[in-house]
C-alpha cells in the first residue's frame, strides 16, 4: 500500500542510541528508512559497515511519545543541530534515540511517524485521549534504588523533575515502570528503626510528591495492602510539624472499623472496599492540607468508581441480598446486627445518590424486593435515636429517588388495610423525643407530600432545605395519582397529624408547653405552613374546616418567641396566598389582635420578632390587600394610632383612606396602585428573567432560592388559572426577581420590594406599544396615556381576587418610600410602566422591550441608574444562554471560577 | 465553674461537646439572637473580624492578637464555617462566648451560614463525620436563621488612641519616617498597622482633600517581617490609594455587613423591615448584604458571583452620606494583605482568615475602633498637620485595566449614554463623614507546630 506522502525512503545517515541504565548506548550507524506495509509503519535502521545488519527495526505505535528535539545527551559526539534527534519508547519500555545526521533527514522521518500515526488514530476512531499529550515530553527520567544514603539525591531529582509538566510525566512513568513505591517503603521502617528523622522527613517529601504528581495507577497503587502502610508511614513525619508525628499506620490497621454486616465473599471487591477507605482517609486526613484540585478530583473519582463497583456487585448478589434482609428476621436476636444492617443500608443509600438514575433504580428495586420497607419501620421504632435517624435518611432517599414508588407502596397499604408508612411517621413524629429526629421525620413529612418531589432531579440539589426543593417543580402540574395521594393524605392522616393543634382548643394557658411540646407545635406549623403553599386547594379548605388559624393564633400568646415567630410566619403565608376564604377566616376570629398583640409586646424594641411583624404589615400595605386593610384599620384603628415608632401603621390608615377617598388626597389612581413600583417590577422582573438564565439557565435553582412570596404569587396564579406552563413558568422567573432591580431610581431603589398583586391593565397593553418607538416617549403620549388610566381605574376594584391568567407579569406594587412629589420620578416611572408589558410578553423579547424601557426611564430624567443596569442585564443575557452551564456553578457555590484557591467568599 | 465555662474551656482547646450541650447551646443562642435587631446596634471601642471559615487555630490567634473575649469586644461579620477543618469548634465557641458575653461579642451572617452552601462546603459534612448525624447540623443552621445581618457602630473615635506599641524595623511613616516615634502625635493619625506582636508597621495620616494631596500613602509600605506581609503592595493601599482623603465633619456611624450594600436598600431602617428568619434566599435584599462586592465600577453590577451584586463608589458615597455613615466594613472576600480600603476610605474589607484554605498564602487583620471619649482631651497639634500638608506625596499608579469604569465592559457601557444625567451622584460634592481612625492588627497563620496537622476527621467506621 503506497503511501500518500512520499515515504522516506531515501537513506538518512543515522546513529541509534538505546538508553541503558541511565546512559546512552550507541548501537551503532546506519541508514535508516521509513516503510508503510498493510497500514502499519516501520522504521529500519541498515547498519553502515555492514549492509544486512539490522540496527533498529520498530513499528511506529499510535501511543508512544515520539519526541524531536535537540541533542539531549552530551555523549552525543558531535554538538547536534535543532532538531536531528527523534527520541521514543519502544513497546519494551526502552528509551530510544535516532541522531540523524542531517536535519532533512530527520524532518523527513518525523513526517513519516506523523503520518503514520495520523493514519493509525483515523483507523481506530475517535482520539481515545492518551496520545494527547506525548508532543513535548519525555526527558526518560532515572532515579537511582533508594537507600537511606541517597535519599537526599533522589529528593532532589525528585524536585527537579517536579517543576516540568514534562518532568512530571517522566518521573510518573518512571515510578510506575520501575516499581519505586515498593522499594522505597522498607526505608521507612529502616530510618525509624536509626531514629533518621532528616530521612523521615525526606521520605515523607518523596511520597508526597509522588502522590501529588496526580497519577491515577500511583495513586491506585499506594492504597494497596502491601504498601499502603509503609506509605502513609512515610506521611507520619512531615516536616512542615517537625514535631508531630501522626498515627496514619495505628488508624488504618484498626481492622475493627469495617463492619462486615454480611460476609462478601468477592475478594477483590472487599479489597475495592478496603481501598476505597484508605483513599478517603488519604483525602479528609493524610493529605487534607495539601491536596491540590487536581489530586483532589482524582482522589474523588477513585472513590467513586470504587463505590460504583462495590454497589453494584452487591445489589445484583442475590443471596448477599437474602442474607443481609434475613437479619430482620424476627429468628435474629443479635441487635447490633440489626442495627449495623441499617447503618450499611443507610451507606449504601448513600452511595446511590451519586449512582446514574438507573442502576440506582434497580438497587433500589432490588432493595425493595429484599424488604426495605419492613426495615424502614423496624429503624423508625428502634429505641437508639441514632437508627431513626438512619431509618429517616433512607426513607428520604427513597422518596427523593421516586416519590411516585413511595406513593404507590403507601397506596398499597390503605388498600389492604394495613398501615401506611404515612401514618407511622406521623405517629412518630408526634412521639419522638429526639428534637433532632423529630425535625428530620417532620421534613420526611414534606417530602412525602411535596407534590413536586417525583423528579429524578431533584435529589441533585442534595439534602438542602426540602421546602427549596418543593418550591422548585411547584410548577409542574401535579400527576394524577399524586393528586389522589394528596387526597387521601388529607382524607385519612392530616387530622392525626394536627391532632395536637386541634387538642390547644379551650386551653386556658399558653405559658406551660413542655419543651417537646413547643418543639412539636412549631414543626406542625411549618408543615401547615408548608402545605398551604403546596397543596391547593384541598389544604386551604382543611384549614378552613378545622379553623387551624385560631388554634396557630393561640401560639403567639406563648413565651417561647421562636414559636411565637413561627405562628406569625405561618399568617404571612396565609397572606401572601391571597385567598380570600382564608382571610376572611382569620378576619371573622379576629386574629389581627393577636398580631397586634405581638407588636405591642415587641415596641419599639429593634428585635426579629418585631421585623418580622414590621414585615407582614408592609406587605399588606404594600400589596393593597384592600380586604384586610379595610379590617385592620377599620377594627384596629386607636391601636394603629398608637403605633408611631415606624410609620408602618400610619401610613396603613392612610392608604386606608387613600383607597377610601381618593379623591380628598388629591391622588390620581395611580398613587393608589403605585404605577411607578409596578413598572420597576416588570422591569426588575424582566431583568431577573435574563438573571435566572445566567445563574444557569435554570428556572430551578432560580427557584430554589428567589424569594418565596414572588414564587407563589406567580404559582398560584399559574396554577389556578393558567393553562400555559411555559408562560406561567416564564412569569414566575420574571417576577420572582421582581424585588432585584438595582438602580430604580425614584424610591423603588429603596424599599424592600416583594412581589406583587396580579393586576388587570388591558389597557395598558394596548396603549403600551403604541407610544415607545425607540427612544423617548412623546410628552403628548404620556399625558394621553396618564389620562386614560385614570379613567380606566375609576371604575375598578383595587384587587380583584381572581386575576385574569394572562396578565401574569403585570405585577403591581406600591413604593412607600418612592418620593410623591418628584415630577421626574413620576414620569420616570410611568415610562417604565408603559413598556412593562415587555415582561408580559414571556422571556423571549425581553430583550428588545428591555431596551426600549431604558430609554424611556432615561429619557424622562430620573432613570440613569436604570437603563444601566438594564443594558447590563441585556449583554449578560446572550452569555448566559452559551455559559449557562458554567455560570450555574459559580451561582450555587460562588467558587465557579475561583476555585479552592477561592478568590475570597 | 458553669456548664458553660467548661464547654468554653473544652471547645478552647479544640474538643467537641456533647450533642445534647450543642443543642442547649443552640436554644440559648436563638433566644439571644431573636432580640437582636436585623442591625444589630453595637458601642465603639469595637474590634472587627472578617472570614473565619472554620479556621480553629486561626481564631485562636486572632483572640492572642487581639485580646480576649470578654477583655475585647469584638464583632464578627460572618462566615465562620466551610472550607476549613474546624468550622464546628469555631462556630461553637463563638456562640458559646455569645452566649457567655452577650454584650461583648456579636455575630452576624455570612453567606456560608446556609443549608445550601454548607451541604456544599464542607460544615454539613464535617458535622455528619463528628457527630455521626446531621442533628448538630440542623441545630446550627436555625442558630444561622436567626443571626442579625449587620451590625452599626456608633461612637468610634475619628482620631486613634495611643498604643504602647514600637516600632517595627520596616516601619514606614507617609509623612516622614525620622519624625516618628511611637508616641507621636496621633491627632492626625488616619490608620495605623500593627503587626502580630504589636509593632507598628505603617501609619498614614489623614489628608485633606486638596487634589494635591489625594495620592497614595507609601506603596510597599509593608513589606518586611516580623509577621508583616511580604506581598507587594501595601495592606489597603490599592485601595487608599486613590483615597480622597477622609477630612471634613464629625465622625459618623459604621456599618457592618458581610458582603455589601443592596439596590434594595437604601437606608439602614429599611433593613429593619425584613424578616430574616429564613434561609438566605438567593434574591432580594437579604441576599445582597450577604453576597454582593464592591468593585471598581459606576453604578452595579451583575455579580459573578450569581447572587449579590457589584457595587462602586458612587453607590457607597451616596449610601454612606444619605446613613450618616463614615465607613462601611465587610468582609466575604480574600484580601491577600488582611484588609483594603476602597473609595476614598468610605468601605473596608477585613479578612480574618490567614492562609485561607491552608494555602493561599495570605495574612489576616482585624479593624479596631476606639471609643470616641478617648481623645476628648487631645490637642491637635498643628504643626504636624501642617507639615503633613506641605510634603507632596507619590501619585497613585491608575491599575491597569481597572481605570473609572474600567469594568464596563460587562455590558454596562451600553446603557451609558443613554442614562446620562441620571442619579448618580455627583460625586465629591457630598461631605461625608470623617471616618473612624482605623488601627489595623495584622497577623499571621497560627505557627503550625501549635496545633499539630490540620485534617478532617476521618470516617469512623465502614461498612462500604
Redesign the interface.
Known amino acids: 500500500m503506497a503511501l500518500a506522502v512520499p515515504p522516506a525512503n531515501d537513506r538518512k545517515r543515522v546513529k541509534v542510541y538505546e538508553l541503558k541504565n541511565g546512559d546512552w548506548f550507541d548501537r551503532g550507524t546506519g541508514f535508516c528508512t521509513g516503510s508503510l506495509v498493510n497500514d502499519e509503519g516501520r522504521i529500519y535502521v541498515q547498519s553502515e559497515d555492514e549492509p544486512n545488519r539490522t540496527l533498529l527495526e520498530t513499528k511506529v505505535s499510535k501511543d508512544d511519545g515520539y519526541q524531536k528535539q535537540q541533542g539531549m545527551s552530551p555523549r552525543f559526539t558531535k554538538r547536534l543541530q535543532p532538531d536531528t534527534l527523534i527520541v521514543w519508547t519502544e513497546a519494551s519500555v526502552t528509551d530510544m534515540a535516532l541522531s540523524f545526521q542531517e536535519a532533512e533527514g530527520c524532518a523527513a522521518i518525523w513526517d513519516f511517524v506523523s503520518e503514520v500515526q495520523s493514519r493509525q488514530q483515523a483507523l481506530s476512531g475517535p482520539d481515545d485521549g492518551l496520545s494527547d499529550d506525548v508532543i513535548d515530553n519525555l526527558h526518560p527520567i532515572m532515579l537511582p534504588p533508594p537507600d537511606l544514603s541517597n535519599l537526599a539525591e533522589v529528593e532532589n531529582m525528585m524536585r527537579a523533575a517536579n517543576s516540568t509538566p514534562a518532568g512530571r510525566e517522566a518521573l510518573s512513568k518512571f515510578v510506575v515502570g520501575a516499581d519505586y513505591i515498593t522499594k522505597l517503603v522498607p526505608l521507612v521502617e529502616m530510618a525509624e528503626n536509626s531514629e533518621s528523622l532528616a530521612d523521615l522527613h525526606r521520605l515523607c517529601n518523596i511520597m508526597k510528591t509522588l502522590i501529588l504528581l496526580n497519577d491515577t495507577a500511583i495513586i491506585e497503587y499506594v492504597v494497596t495492602d502491601d504498601v499502603v502502610l509503609g506509605v502513609v508511614g512515610a506521611l507520619e513525619y512531615?516536616p512542615?510539624?517537625?514535631?508531630?508525628k501522626?498515627n496514619h499506620r495505628q488508624?488504618l490497621k484498626d481492622e475493627s472499623?469495617?463492619?462486615?454486616?454480611v460476609k462478601i465473599e468477592d475478594e477483590g471487591i472487599r479489597k475495592k472496599?478496603h481501598f476505597?477507605?484508605r483513599l478517603?482517609?488519604l483525602k479528609?486526613?493524610?493529605l487534607?492540607?495539601?491536596l491540590d484540585d487536581p489530586t483532589f478530583s482524582v482522589l474523588n473519582s477513585l472513590i467513586f468508581f470504587h463505590?460504583v463497583d462495590?454497589?453494584q456487585h452487591l445489589q445484583s448478589n442475590v443471596i448477599f441480598l437474602k442474607e443481609l434482609f434475613s437479619i430482620f428476621s424476627p429468628q435474629v436476636t443479635d441487635q447490633q446486627r440489626k442495627k449495623?444492617a441499617v447503618?450499611?443500608i443507610q451507606?449504601?443509600c448513600a452511595?446511590a445518590k451519586s449512582l446514574q438514575a438507573n442502576s440506582r433504580a434497580q438497587l433500589y428495586q432490588n432493595f425493595i424486593t429484599g424488604g426495605l420497607f419492613g426495615v424502614i419501620t423496624f429503624a423508625l421504632r428502634h429505641q437508639d435515636a441514632?437508627v431513626r435517624?438512619a431509618g429517616t435518611d433512607i426513607l428520604v432517599a427513597l422518596i427523593d429517588h421516586d416519590a411516585l414508588m413511595m406513593r404507590s407502596q403507601i397506596f398499597k397499604a390503605l388498600n389492604e388495610k394495613t398501615k401506611p408508612l404515612t401514618d407511622t411517621l406521623i405517629e412518630l413524629l408526634l412521639v419522638e423525643v429526639?428534637?433532632?429526629?423529630k425535625?428530620?421525620m417532620a421534613d420526611a413529612i414534606k417530602v412525602l407530600l411535596d407534590p413536586g418531589a417525583n423528579t429524578a432531579s431533584m435529589e441533585t440539589l442534595?439534602?438542602?432545605?426540602n421546602?427549596?426543593l418543593a418550591r422548585i417543580q411547584r410548577a409542574t402540574p401535579m400527576v394524577p395519582q399524586t393528586d389522589t395521594f394528596i387526597q387521601k393524605f388529607y382524607e385519612e392522616s392530616a387530622r392525626k397529624l394536627f391532632q395536637p393543634l386541634k387538642d390547644l382548643e379551650g386551653r386556658e394557658r399558653m405559658d406551660n408547653l413542655t419543651v417537646q411540646e413547643v418543639s412539636l407545635y412549631s414543626h406542625l406549623v411549618e408543615v401547615l405552613s408548608f402545605f398551604l403553599r403546596q397543596h391547593t386547594p384541598r389544604s386551604r379548605l382543611f384549614v378552613l374546616s378545622e379553623d387551624y388559624a385560631s388554634r396557630v393564633a393561640q401560639l403567639m400568646s406563648c413565651p417561647e418567641?421562636?414559636l411565637k415567630?413561627s405562628a406569625l410566619?405561618y399568617f404571612?403565608v396565609v397572606f401572601s396566598l391571597h385567598e380570600e376564604h382564608l382571610n376572611r377566616q382569620i378576619m371573622q376570629n379576629k386574629l389581627f389582635t393577636n398580631i397586634l398583640n405581638i407588636v405591642y409586646e415587641t415596641m419599639p424594641?429593634?428585635?426579629?420578632?418585631?421585623?418580622?411583624c414590621?414585615?407582614?404589615f408592609?406587605y399588606i400595605k404594600r400589596e393593597s390587600v384592600r380586604q384586610l386593610i379595610d379590617h385592620i384599620v377599620e377594627n384596629h384603628r386607636d391601636r394603629l394610632k398608637t403605633i408611631t415608632y415606624?410609620d408602618?401603621f400610619q401610613s396603613l390608615i392612610l392608604r386606608y383612606e387613600q383607597l377610601h377617598h381618593p379623591e380628598e388626597y388629591g391622588l390620581t389612581t395611580q398613587d393608589i396602585e403605585g404605577p411607578a413600583a409596578a413598572a420597576a417590577a416588570a422591569a426588575a422582573a424582566a431583568a431577573?428573567a435574563n438573571?435566572g438564565v445566567?445563574?444557569?439557565g435554570g428556572q430551578r435553582?432560580?427557584a430554589?432560592?428567589?424569594?418565596?412570596d414572588a414564587e407563589e404569587e406567580a404559582y398560584f396564579n399559574g396554577s389556578d388559572d393558567e393553562p400555559d406552563e411555559e408562560a406561567a413558568a416564564a412569569a414566575a422567573a420574571s417576577v420572582?426577581?421582581a424585588?432585584?432591580?438595582?438602580?430604580?431610581?425614584n424610591g423603588a431603589?429603596?424599599?424592600?420590594?416583594r412581589p406583587l398583586v396580579n393586576y388587570p391593565d388591558d389597557e395598558d397593553d394596548a396603549m403600551d406599544m403604541l407610544p415607545e418607538i425607540d427612544g423617548v416617549p412623546s410628552a403628548a403620549a404620556q399625558q394621553q396615556q396618564q389620562q386614560r388610566q385614570r379613567q380606566h381605574r375609576r371604575g375598578e376594584t383595587p384587587v380583584p381576587q381572581t386575576p385574569p391568567p394572562e396578565r401574569l407579569s403585570e405585577k403591581r406594587r406600591r413604593e412607600e418610600?418612592e418620593d410623591e412629589d418628584d415630577e421626574l420620578g413620576r414620569l420616570s416611572g410611568q415610562a417604565k410602566r408603559r413598556s412593562s408589558t415587555g415582561s408580559a410578553g414571556g422571556v423571549g423579547g425581553n430583550g428588545v422591550r428591555l431596551r426600549r424601557k431604558?430609554?424611556g426611564?432615561?429619557?424622562s430624567?430620573?432613570?440613569?441608574?436604570?437603563?444601566?443596569?438594564?443594558?447590563?442585564?441585556?449583554?449578560?443575557k446572550s452569555q448566559g444562554v452559551a455559559g449557562a452551564g458554567t455560570?450555574?456553578e459559580?451561582?450555587?457555590?460562588?467558587?465557579?471560577?475561583g476555585g479552592?484557591?477561592?478568590?475570597?467568599? | 465553674m458553669s456548664d458553660l465555662d467548661k464547654a468554653i474551656a473544652l471547645l478552647r482547646a479544640c474538643r467537641l461537646i456533647p450533642e445534647n450541650q450543642v443543642r442547649e447551646l443552640c436554644y440559648k443562642a436563638r433566644e439571644l439572637l431573636i432580640e437582636e435587631g436585623n442591625v444589630v446596634g453595637v458601642d465603639a471601642p469595637v474590634t472587627i473580624c472578617g472570614d473565619i471559615h472554620g479556621q480553629f487555630h486561626d481564631l485562636m490567634e486572632l483572640f492572642r492578637v487581639g485580646g480576649d473575649v470578654p477583655d475585647t469586644n469584638y464583632l464578627f461579620m460572618g462566615d465562620f464555617v466551610d472550607r476549613g477543618f474546624y468550622s464546628l469548634e469555631s462556630f461553637l465557641l463563638l456562640l458559646c462566648l455569645k452566649v457567655r458575653y452577650p454584650d461583648r461579642i456579636t455575630l452576624i451572617r455570612g453567606n456560608h451560614e446556609s443549608r445550601q452552601i454548607t451541604t456544599v462546603y464542607g460544615f454539613y459534612d464535617e458535622c455528619l463525620r463528628k457527630y455521626g448525624s446531621a442533628n448538630v447540623w440542623r441545630y446550627c443552621c436555625e442558630v444561622f436563621d436567626y443571626l442579625a445581618l449587620g451590625a452599626l457602630v456608633s461612637g468610634a473615635a475619628t482620631n486613634l488612641e495611643p498604643t504602647s506599641a514600637t516600632l517595627a524595623d520596616t516601619f514606614v511613616d507617609t509623612d516622614d519616617s525620622q519624625s516618628s516615634t511611637p508616641a507621636t502625635d496621633y491627632a492626625d493619625i488616619d490608620i495605623e498597622v500593627l503587626n502580630a506582636n504589636n509593632e507598628i508597621l505603617s501609619r498614614y495620616r489623614r489628608r485633606d482633600r486638596d487634589p494635591l494631596m489625594s495620592s497614595s500613602p507609601v506603596r510597599g509600605g509593608m513589606s518586611g517581617s516580623n509577621g508583616a506581609p511580604r506581598a507587594a503592595g501595601a495592606a489597603g493601599t490599592g485601595a487608599t490609594a486613590d483615597s480622597g482623603g477622609s477630612a471634613s465633619n464629625d465622625g459618623g456611624a459604621v456599618l457592618c455587613v458581610h458582603g455589601g450594600l443592596s439596590p434594595l436598600i437604601d437606608t439602614i431602617d429599611k433593613i429593619r423591615l425584613l424578616d430574616r428568619k429564613q434561609e438566605v434566599p438567593h434574591e432580594g435584599a437579604m441576599c445582597d448584604l450577604l453576597w454582593s462586592d464592591p468593585d471598581e465600577i459606576d453604578g452595579w453590577g451583575l455579580s459573578p458571583r450569581g447572587a449579590g451584586f457589584l457595587f462602586g463608589a458612587d453607590i457607597v458615597k451616596c449610601f454612606n452620606h444619605r446613613n450618616d455613615l463614615s465607613l462601611i466594613a465587610r468582609a466575604h472576600q480574600l484580601v491577600m494583605e488582611g484588609f483594603k480600603e476602597m473609595f476614598d476610605a468610605t468601605i473596608v474589607t477585613v479578612w480574618s482568615a490567614p492562609n485561607y484554605c491552608y494555602r493561599c498564602g495570605n495574612v489576616a487583620a482585624i479593624l479596631e475602633l476606639a471609643e470616641d471619649g478617648s481623645n476628648a482631651g487631645f490637642a491637635r497639634s498643628n504643626g504636624d498637620a501642617g507639615r503633613s500638608r506641605g510634603l507632596p506625596m507619590p501619585m497613585p499608579m491608575p491599575m491597569p485595566g481597572i481605570g473609572p469604569g474600567g469594568l464596563q465592559g460587562q455590558g454596562q457601557g451600553q446603557g451609558q449614554g443613554q442614562g446620562g444625567g441620571g442619579l448618580i451622584p455627583r460625586q465629591m460634592d457630598i461631605g461625608h463623614r470623617m471616618a473612624p481612625g482605623r488601627r489595623y492588627r495584622v497577623f499571621e497563620a497560627a505557627p503550625q507546630d501549635s496545633r499539630g496537622m490540620p485534617a478532617k476527621k476521618p470516617v469512623a467506621d465502614y461498612f462500604l
Open positions: 512531615d512542615d510539624f517537625p514535631t508531630h501522626a488508624y472499623r469495617f463492619k462486615e454486616v472496599i476505597t477507605y478517603q482517609y479528609d486526613v493524610v487534607a492540607r495539601i463505590q462495590i454497589v449495623d447503618l450499611f451507606q449504601c452511595i441514632a435517624v429526639d428534637l433532632g429526629v425535625a428530620q442534595g439534602r438542602a432545605n421546602e427549596y418567641k421562636h415567630l410566619k404571612r424594641r429593634d428585635n426579629l420578632l418585631n421585623s418580622a414590621l414585615e407582614l408592609e415606624v408602618t431577573a438573571r445566567i445563574n444557569g435553582w432560580q430554589g432560592l428567589k424569594d418565596i420572582a426577581a424585588g432585584q432591580q438595582p438602580g430604580m431610581p431603589a429603596g424599599a424592600p420590594l418610600d431604558g430609554t426611564g432615561g429619557g430624567g430620573g432613570g440613569g441608574a436604570g437603563p444601566k443596569k438594564i443594558a447590563i442585564s441585556l449583554a449578560v455560570e450555574m459559580g451561582g450555587a457555590g460562588e467558587d465557579g471560577g479552592r484557591e477561592g478568590d475570597g467568599d
